[in-house]
């Protein structure tokens, strides 16, 4: 059975950072893809960051690009998103999932976390 769990999140000031964390279980880590998403209170869910198996290819959504890090441990089995430079349009449940392949489209990953919520005061 496939989990994915994810943590660090919380509340935090505007310009503040957090290390979202997602430990996977009951795959074969380094063979999938792993993407975090977002989503805010009634609005759709939206692609942040995606990173494939041997960390060689890396995507971010333009709104995250210079302020925003994934990376994966291997060894470990996650995936975590440094988030620095936090604006209060920042505030969502991130949610971590798991691919095959590294994409940008939600509706491909095979397997999704609970989420974890950031909140950004101003």
């Known amino acids: 059975q496939v989990q994915l769990v994810e943590s660090g999140g919380g509340l935090v000031q505007a310009g503040g950072s957090l290390r979202l964390s997602c430990a996977a279980s009951?795959?074969?880590?380094?063979?999938?893809?792993m993407g975090w998403f977002r989503q805010a209170p009634g609005k759709e869910r939206d692609f942040v960051a995606a990173i494939s198996g041997d960390s060689d290819t890396i995507y971010y959504a333009e709104s995250v690009k210079g302020r925003f890090t994934i990376s994966r441990d291997n060894a470990k089995n996650t995936v975590y998103l440094q988030v620095n430079s936090l604006k209060p349009e920042d505030t969502a449940i991130y949610s971590c999932?798991?691919?095959?392949?590294?994409?940008?489209?939600?509706?491909?990953?095979?397997?999704w976390g609970q989420g974890t919520q950031v909140t950004v005061s101003s």
């Open positions: 999932a798991a691919n095959r392949w590294t994409s940008m489209v939600g509706r491909l990953y095979d397997y």
């Open positions: 009951g795959l074969s880590f380094r063979n999938y893809a």
